[in-house]
């Protein structure tokens, strides 16, 4: 069963920054391209930053670009997203996704490519 379990939202004030971890069952994070999504209260699910299995391409929301940063430990099948400058448009749950079998240099940005989702967790930036 895939497995993808997030950690370490929370709270902080705007202009602060926050590292977020996803850990996956080995099965799950073996060759498959990783991304982060986000849903704001009210709003539809949004893409964040996206990452190819071997790390060599990574790919980010407008909205995040400069901000944001993807990156992945696949010794330690752990997916992160080094989030700085955060702003209160920020605020959201956090999802980590995985497209299993994905051994190229590819990075995806639609939700319906991903097989498999984390339960999320909460990012709250105040003003």
């Known amino acids: 069963q895939a497995q993808l379990k997030e950690s370490g939202g929370g709270w902080v004030q705007a202009g602060g920054s926050l590292r977020l971890s996803c850990a996956a069952s080995e099965r799950t994070f073996n060759r498959a391209a990783m991304g982060w999504f986000r849903q704001a209260s009210g709003k539809e699910r949004e893409f964040v930053a996206a990452?190819?299995?071997?790390?060599?391409?990574?790919f980010y929301a407008d909205s995040v670009k400069g901000r944001f940063t993807i990156s992945r430990d696949n010794g330690k099948n752990t997916l992160y997203l080094q989030m700085n400058s955060l702003k209160p448009e920020d605020t959201a749950v956090y999802f980590c996704a995985a497209v299993r079998s994905s051994t190229g240099s590819y990075y995806y940005i639609d939700e319906s490519s991903y097989d498999y989702w984390g339960q999320g967790t909460t990012v709250t930036v105040s003003s």
């Open positions: 990452i190819s299995w071997m790390a060599d391409i990574t």
